[in-house]
């Protein structure tokens, strides 16, 4: 084994299969082309000014440099209560029921740590956020995959999945308003969900990362508000989405108490918690004026339906989503996901991302996200049409 040999885990994850798209997309940019990407999920505007001047004000105070506790700050507990209370109809006991994270993809990562062992199996929504699978591989477990699919609304079909795989099943991630897919949980669903990790004693993890950013007046429930969830899992929440916070790395994990026990039990021995001025700040954001979150509800609204509209001229059968910042369509007949990411490059220098790169059931769709500034989302879409019609 040489030196910098890395890990069987390491080893053991899925190879990445977009350095060709990749690499184009550097050619072209290299060779002077004005390349659009319309691939990134990540918010174009600024954080609500509120939030910034919480930060301004905690980041200067000598109390909040120092190291923080992984429990978190009381403030922050608090104002998740509260949000959860007023927002969603949940309770939340703020001394037991949640806990910061230092985003949710630091959570659902060492969630896996806390709770799978080798040989043990996580259930991942796929197409998904790539955290789901890799988590658990790096943990030394396995991943079974659970297809989305339009004929089931974007729901995975729980009673399909096979006795020894329910037995081995220690987690089960899902997350509505769905990345990549766009798709709302549907009416039921999260009912089934706790039914059936009851009886398969399975935690449940519920990534809500999208709650916030919904349209045509569609809210998005919790996990939490369902009745028994509380008892079977947690829920991962994510100011990053909705207020514009990507780069702040500021959620929290609420519900199961023992569940989140355990997960800050596996934290003391990895990191030394969310900055305390971050904590004010997200405590600012959430019990600060809903207005910013209507008005970045309203750009995106306005540029789901120029995109839907635009894909639907070219030939595109494309559904307009009820929430999150992507729009999730079916890619032409005689094209994989790849092929016409690469073929939009070509003809039009934008780039969208294939929809393979979230799952094998992604196979056959791409996504465009919609946190383009309007004027470049515009340009981007001109050239569309202009290309592809
Ligand atoms: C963007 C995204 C996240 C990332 O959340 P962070 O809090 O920024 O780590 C988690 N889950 C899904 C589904 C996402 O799309």
Redesign the pocket.
């Known amino acids: 084994m040489a030196l910098t040999d890395p890990s069987k885990r390491l080893e053991a994850m899925p190879p990445y299969m977009f350095a060709e798209l990749e690499r184009r997309i550097a050619d072209k940019r290299a060779a002077g082309i004005d390349v659009i990407s319309l691939g990134i ?1 990540d918010p174009d505007m600024a954080t609500y000014p509120h939030i910034v001047e919480a930060m301004q004000a905690a980041v200067a105070e000598n109390a909040n440099q120092k190291y923080p506790s992984n429990r978190g700050r009381e403030e922050f507990r608090q104002a998740f209560s509260d949000f959860y209370l007023e927002r969603f109809g949940v309770d939340i006991d703020p001394g037991s029921e949640v806990i910061p994270a230092i ?4 959570c659902i990562y060492n969630l896996c740590f806390a709770f799978l062992d080798p040989g043990d199996v996580a259930l991942a929504s796929d197409p998904g ?1 790539p955290v789901y699978t890799g988590g658990p591989i790096l943990a030394g477990a396995e991943v079974v995959l659970l297809p989305l699919l339009p004929k089931r609304d974007f729901a995975p079909d729980l009673g399909a999945i096979d006795r020894l795989t329910r037995e081995r099943a220690r987690l089960l991630f899902l ?1 509505y308003p769905n ?1 990549p897919s766009g798709a709302v949980v549907p009416e039921g669903f999260f009912e089934e969900v706790v039914a059936f990790a009851r009886e398969n004693e399975i935690l449940v993890v519920h ?1 809500n ?2 709650s916030e950013t919904t349209y045509d007046g569609y809210v998005a429930p919790s996990f939490l508000a369902t009745d028994g969830a509380k008892e079977v899992g947690v829920e991962v929440f ?4 909705g207020f514009n916070m ?1 780069g702040w ?1 500021v ?1 929290a994990i609420l519900g199961n108490a023992d569940a989140i026990s355990a997960y800050w039990r596996l934290k003391t021995n990895v990191d030394s918690g969310l900055f305390d001025a971050i904590q004010l700040a997200a405590a600012a954001a959430l019990t600060g004026p809903r207005g910013p979150l209507d008005e970045m509800n309203a750009i995106y609204s306005r540029r789901r339906d120029l995109v839907v509209e635009t894909l639907r001229a070219i030939g595109v059968d494309v559904a307009s989503p009820k929430g999150t910042i992507y729009v999730w369509a079916p890619v032409p007949d005689g094209h994989s996901s790849t092929s016409f990411a690469e073929m939009v490059l070509e003809e039009a220098a934008v780039v969208v991302s294939p929809g393979s790169m979230y799952g094998r059931s992604g196979e056959g769709y791409f996504r465009i996200s919609l946190t383009t500034p309007d004027s470049r989302l515009t340009e981007a879409l001109e050239r569309l049409r202009e290309h592809l019609a």
Request: aromatic share 12%.
């Open positions: 999920g985003g949710a993809k630091e956020y997350n990345n990534d990362a999208y994510s100011l990053s989405k990507t790395r959620g």
